[in-house]
């Protein structure tokens, strides 16, 4: 739901909803963006690596925001 809100939300500047996967580091939301491989496309751009629609390490990546609040 998170990653579709960013993506409906047309800001300037864009809002980065190609990042938002779900726990498992699955690219669930892929078919809210333009093509199937859009959201790949997309994190390939950034240096993240994609396999069988999965973020490899995935663990490594991932953003905890609790963590930032402490």
Do not use: C, Y
């Amino acid at each position: 739901m998170v990653g579709w809100a960013l993506n409906a939300a047309h800001m300037r500047p864009e809002v980065p909803a190609h990042r938002v996967v779900n726990r498992n580091g699955v690219l669930t939301g892929k078919h809210h963006f333009g093509s199937p491989t859009a959201m790949e496309e997309a994190l390939a751009a950034e240096g993240i690596q994609v396999a069988d629609n999965r973020v490899v390490s995935f663990k490594q990546l991932f953003w905890d925001p609790q963590k930032e609040l402490i």
